[in-house]
Each structure stands twice: as C-alpha cells, then as structure tokens.
Nanobody
Framework: QVQLVESGGGLVQPGGSLRLSCAASGFTFRTNWMYWVRQAPGKGLEWVSGISTGGGITYYADSVKGRFTISRDNAKSTLYLQMNSLKSEDTAVYFC???????????????WGQGTQVTVSS
C-alpha cells in the first residue's frame, strides 16, 4: 500500500533552517507530482509547494517563496523541503502528498503521511 513517511521536523529558532524528508513507497514515485502541505495550530491545511515528476518544475506558495526549496530524488523515492529563514508563522505540521498532475487543490491529493512537526520559536 502507499506509504509516505515524513521526517526532519523539530524546534528551531527564528531565522534558522530545517530540511524535511518524505520517504515514499507502494507506488511509482517518479510518475507522480509531489507536494508539501502544512497545518498550523488551529488552522486548516495550506498548500506549500509542488514539484514535477522529473523535478524540473517547482511551485511555491507566496508565503514561502524565496525561503523554501522543494526537491526530489527519484532513485531514492524521496521528497525534500529545505526551509531557510524560518519564521514563527511557519510553525505547523508538514505533510507530503501526491497527485498524478499539477494541482493546488487539496481535494486532488491522494495519500498522506503522518506529518512532521516544525516549531519555530525562540
């Protein structure tokens, strides 16, 4: 079955960096667009970033553009999110998910991991 396992979260000070990973299995990773979505405390899910099947096309939410970088390693079936210049408003549970096409609609995404907590605080 499809499994998405996020890791790499933690507590970091404002201005710091973290690198999240998402290990995928149970489906053909290289044929899926991959995404990061987050949920801040008390708020709904927010689309963060997406990457094409080959990794050559990336998209970002305005709130993270210029600070976050999404990437993937198809040989390892792993998705990454490099997060720099972190702010308190980046505090959230971060999830990876997938779709066979580009979308920013949460309804189009199938399968979710358990998420990894990112807390930005001094």
């Amino acid at each position: 079955q499809v499994q998405l396992v996020e890791s790499g979260g933690g507590l970091v000070q404002p201005g710091g960096s973290l690198r999240l990973s998402c290990a995928a299995s149970g489906f053909t990773f290289r044929t899926n667009w991959m995404y990061w979505v987050r949920q801040a405390p008390g708020k709904g899910l927010e689309w963060v970033s997406g990457i094409s099947t080959g990794g050559g096309i990336t998209y970002y939410a305005d709130s993270v553009k210029g600070r976050f970088t999404i990437s993937r390693d198809n040989a390892k079936s792993t998705l990454y999110l490099q997060m720099n210049s972190l702010k308190s408003e980046d505090t959230a549970v971060y999830f990876c998910t997938k779709a066979i096409y580009y979308s920013r609609s949460l309804a189009d995404f199938s399968s979710w991991g358990q998420g990894t907590q990112v807390t930005v605080s001094s």
